[in-house]
């Protein structure tokens, strides 16, 4: 690595807003709209778990499709931008009618209104899923690849930040006392906070981000380094991956869609599984998630630094080995106990690290094998495979919960992790070739 070559963390933070907003709005989705499915509407688990599932059947197609289009975008402002504040204004209305319609289908209950509600969460997660690639590409768009890691690991931070405030918003306004024998919850406060977070991070985005000039400094890099491209040239002046570059990037992504069956089964389900098993509220429920969230806070930027020493593989395999271990715990547990102890949060916190040590590096290893000009478009393949995992995981989960038992659901969850430690053993390539600075000493320029 040049020795001039640092992590410029001030821009880095200010990227990673458009990511806090995704986190943010997709806590509150997971943990708020099963509650209304199964509470308001009086869905079954198997069939809200194909509602929830829907988020990921549309992304699967949008998110490498508009991937792929902001790759190809040429607008003044960046090829990101346009994106991020179209899907960011559109995503904003449309949430907001979700309470209204909640609300409105509890005074009156219609079958016009639980139809239109179902279409309101549709259009608002085709908004989600036209931005969710390009916000994320903007980061590789403005890092050189060795320092993609540490990047990230800032990224996933401002994620957790915009999770995490939805957790403590969601635990001050929502405590079980409130919620617990309520006939009905009015959400439309807690939705109304969230959107105020989204604008505020839109836009910081898009007037404190100078994505074209950061872009051009960024493949200036990558031209004067071309050995950091693992593609080759082929007779007709193009550039393909080896087949053994290929083998490691499919391994990588079953990998990526495994340990997402394994977490999201949990991320979906667990404030049902609270309640059934432990008779907790939403709010109390709540407290483990910003445990799991305050765990992979604490070791978002850590992991980035141990990946720099040790490889990203391996900071991935000893994460996947922690949050299956965790997993298995928390089943042990209720195993022989009947009562929630606080105990558990230990459990939490170890579950949020280890998804740290895997999220930090999975997608800079996916990103190490494309060119500057096909970030988005690998991006995409990221997101297809997680959000692949993510559509069969929430009904496979949601099912056994209704047909074998709620004690399911964190075995269910380490299985998945466990398998996905296997498939990275096939993985070859993706980590950065470049030794690193010491310590903090990437995080010098803050401007």
Request: net charge neutral; glycine share 8%; aromatic share 12%.
């Amino acid at each position: 690595m040049d020795k001039q070559l640092k992590l410029n963390t001030g821009r880095t933070i200010r990227v990673g807003f458009a990511f806090l907003a995704i986190l943010a709005f997709w806590q509150m989705y997971n943990n708020v709209i099963p509650l209304i499915l199964t509470k308001t509407f009086h869905m079954d688990k198997s069939l809200s778990g194909v509602i929830m599932a829907a988020d990921n059947v549309l992304a699967l197609f949008l998110l490498p499709l508009f991937g792929g289009l902001s790759d190809r975008c040429k607008a003044k402002m960046g090829k990101r931008k346009p994106f991020i504040l179209g899907g960011s204004v559109a995503a904003v209305f449309l949430m907001l009618l979700i309470p209204f319609l909640d609300n409105a289908y509890f005074q009156n209950p219609r079958t016009a209104v639980e139809i239109l509600f179902v279409c309101v969460l549709g259009c608002i997660l085709v908004a989600m899923g036209t931005y969710r690639s390009p916000a994320v590409a903007l980061m590789p768009d403005v890092t050189p690849k060795p320092l993609r890691s540490r990047a990230n690991a800032v990224i996933n931070l401002m994620g957790a930040l915009g999770g995490i405030l939805y957790l403590i918003v969601a635990k001050i306004m929502y405590p079980s006392s409130r919620t617990q024998d309520a006939a009905h919850v009015d959400y439309l406060p807690l939705f109304l906070v969230m959107a105020g977070i989204m604008i505020l991070s839109l836009i910081i985005v898009m007037f404190f981000v100078r994505e074209v000039q950061w872009n051009a400094e960024m493949l200036a890099y990558e031209k004067a380094h071309p050995e950091e491209n693992l593609a080759v040239e082929t007779a007709e002046h193009t550039e393909q991956l080896p087949k053994d570059v290929k083998k490691s990037l499919l391994f990588l992504l079953m990998s990526v869609a495994l340990w997402f069956m394994g977490y999201n089964g949990m991320e979906t389900w667990f404030t049902t599984y609270a309640d059934a098993m432990w008779n907790m509220g939403l709010g109390d429920a709540s407290l483990c998630l910003t445990i799991a969230t305050g765990g992979a806070i604490l070791c978002f930027i850590p992991s980035g630094l141990l990946a720099s020493r040790i490889g990203r593989k391996k900071t991935i395999m000893g994460g996947i080995l922690l949050m299956s271990f965790s997993f298995f715990s928390v089943f042990a547990y209720t195993c022989v106990f009947q009562t929630f102890s606080k105990l558990l949060y230990i459990l939490f916190f170890l579950v949020g690290a280890g998804w740290a040590f895997i999220n930090v590096n999975s997608l800079p290893m996916v990103l190490e094998m494309c060119r500057g000009s096909e970030v988005g478009r690998f991006t995409g393949f990221y997101y297809t495979f997680s959000m692949a995992a993510q559509i069969v995981t929430p009904i496979c989960a949601g099912t056994l919960l209704e047909h074998v038992s709620y004690m399911t659901l964190f075995p269910y969850c380490a299985a998945f992790a466990l398998l996905s430690f296997v498939t990275m053993l096939f993985v070859r390539h993706g980590d950065a070739k470049a030794e690193v600075k010491q310590g903090l000493e990437a995080f010098e320029e803050l401007d």
